[in-house]
């Protein structure tokens, strides 16, 4: 069993145009920088993203839209992309807008084998519009899917050559379960490490969702909305 | 005089207790953490994957690891936890978050909330919103009470598509304080210099004014 895979390139070297794809992070933190610029590079097209934000202009799932590979983006919040927003009002790109919850629970249940879950969320608004309902104790709840994509891409802290995967900070974010999701997860990291070198105990994601890592480089970790505090 | 951005949060912070889990939404709502009172403690759940958020970074510490729902750079308190956006999805539906503070467009007087999009104009997205509103215990609404052309967001029913159903049970407007009643909003409390007949001239949807309604004070 081999995982590691030499880079981004390598990696999604059979994504081809058309494909659903699952894409971790939340706004610009913990986001597959390595691999998305590969897919800039490779130039596929038509492509499903599952994403809960779509970059901004210059960065992340901005520079697939700047390309015109995005035929549908799947998200919960897309404010800061305005090439994004201008592709949408002109109809250039489908998009499905579902709650934060709901897709990160989406994922979930995919990666767990479920294939749908009964959730709260949007009961009463347009997002219910077309889907089941059922009462449980007094309450609506609609019957949400379990995703199903071709590949997940997501960014750890670290990994191993087993594919167990630890993440900082709020960097984890959707990475976690997007990774049990995809059909074919790809993991990049910022420093891989033999296995038997990460703590068991502190392993966020186990290796047997994971089917190739790699270690990437030159993060960028672009910072979105940069807040400080004066030293009093 | 109306209430600034600053004395909505003020006054909101009044409603938290001791040992409330508290999510706070973007803009104003986010300002409610500088005004915490004395003696209560309460810990910050960001729904992006943190419970103990804490204030801004000094300048140069800022990480672009760590950040609020906002995406803000952010930094934690002594006993926060990082999670993934199911878990912390999880918690929120679970109700285990005590109190949600968020913004809106528009609020209806059975406790609508319409705060994520305009047809045609603003397509944003939902974000947690929608998550938040379906199952927080507890939701207070930070808002101006007009829009800039003076009309009502306090409305009879929303105009624009709605984030949540009869879940709102408090709002603090610039112009006072309203909870949701079976009766519509109800005014117990009025920003100092504002009048009764102001509130009843710019809130469209059905209101009532308590028997013991009451000027806000402002302390600090």
Same mark, same amino acid.
């Given at each position: 069993?081999?995982?590691?895979?030499?880079?981004? *390139? +390598?990696?999604?070297?059979?994504?081809?145009?058309?494909?659903?794809?699952?894409?971790?992070?939340?706004?610009?933190?913990?986001?597959?920088?390595?691999?998305i610029n590969a897919l800039v590079k490779k130039?596929?097209?038509?492509?499903?993203?599952?994403?809960?934000?779509?970059?901004?202009?210059?960065?992340?799932i901005g520079l697939l839209l700047q390309q015109k590979q995005v035929k549908k983006m799947v998200a919960?919040?897309?404010?800061?992309?305005? +090439?994004?927003?201008?592709?949408?009002?002109?109809? +250039?790109?489908?998009?499905?807008?579902?709650?934060?919850?709901?897709?990160?629970?989406?994922?979930?249940?995919?990666?767990?084998?479920?294939?749908?879950?009964?959730?709260?969320?949007?009961?009463?608004?347009?997002?219910?519009?077309?889907k089941e309902t059922r009462n449980f104790n007094g309450k609506d709840y609609l019957l949400e899917y379990a995703f199903d994509s071709d590949f997940a891409i997501v960014k750890a802290w670290k990994g191993d050559t087993q594919g167990n995967l630890v993440f900082k900070e709020t960097a984890r974010n959707f990475n976690p379960m997007m990774a049990m999701a995809g059909k074919i997860t790809i993991a990049e990291v910022e420093e891989l490490v033999p296995a038997?070198?990460?703590?068991?105990?502190?392993?966020?994601?186990?290796?047997?969702?994971?089917?190739?890592?790699?270690?990437?480089?030159?993060? *960028?970790?672009?910072?979105?909305?940069?807040?400080?505090?004066?030293?009093? | 005089m109306a209430l600034n951005k600053e004395q909505i949060a003020h006054r909101i912070a009044r409603e938290l207790q001791d040992g409330f889990y508290v999510n706070l939404g973007?803009?104003?709502?986010t300002l409610v953490a500088n005004y915490i009172p004395q003696g209560v403690k309460v810990v910050l759940q960001s729904e992006n994957g943190l419970l103990g958020m804490g204030p801004f970074p000094f300048e140069g510490e800022e990480n672009p690891d760590l950040i609020n729902a906002g995406k803000q750079t952010i930094t934690t308190v002594p006993g926060s936890v990082f999670f993934d956006s199911a878990m912390s999805f999880g918690m929120i539906r679970a109700g285990k978050v005590d109190l949600t503070v968020l913004g809106a467009m528009e609020v209806a007087d059975n406790g609508d909330i319409a705060n994520w999009k305009i047809p045609g104009k603003m397509v944003k997205g939902m974000g947690g919103a929608m998550d938040l509103v379906a199952a927080a215990k507890n939701i207070i609404v930070a808002m101006q009470h007009t829009n800039p052309k003076g009309e009502s967001k306090l409305l009879p029913k929303c105009s624009l598509p709605l984030t949540g159903v009869k879940c709102v049970r408090k709002i603090v407007s610039d112009l006072g304080v309203f909870d949701i009643?079976?009766?519509?909003?109800?005014?117990?409390?009025?920003?100092?210099?504002?009048?009764?007949?102001?509130?009843?001239?710019?809130?469209?949807?059905?209101?009532t004014i308590a028997d013991d309604v009451k000027e806000m004070v402002f302390n600090a």
């Open positions: 069993m081999n995982k590691v895979v030499a880079n981004a *390139e +390598e990696a999604i070297k059979d994504i081809q145009s058309g494909a659903t794809l699952m894409l971790g992070g939340f706004g610009l933190c913990g986001i597959p920088e390595n691999c130039g596929v097209d038509s492509l499903t993203c599952i994403s809960n934000n779509a970059g901004v202009d210059d960065f992340g919960s919040y897309v404010g800061e992309n305005a +090439e994004f927003e201008r592709q949408l009002l002109s109809g +250039e790109l489908e998009v499905e807008l579902i709650p934060q919850g709901t897709l990160a629970t989406r994922c979930m249940a995919a990666g767990y084998g479920m294939p749908a879950v009964y959730l709260l969320a949007g009961v009463g608004t347009e997002v219910a519009e077309g038997g070198e990460l703590d068991p105990n502190q392993v966020h994601t186990p290796g047997i969702y994971v089917h190739r890592i790699f270690q990437g480089t030159n993060y *960028e970790k672009r910072i979105e909305q940069r807040t400080t505090r004066k030293r009093s | 973007i803009g104003i709502p009643t079976p009766d519509g909003f109800r005014c117990i409390e009025y920003a100092p210099g504002v009048t009764i007949d102001e509130i009843k001239a710019k809130t469209a949807g059905r209101l």
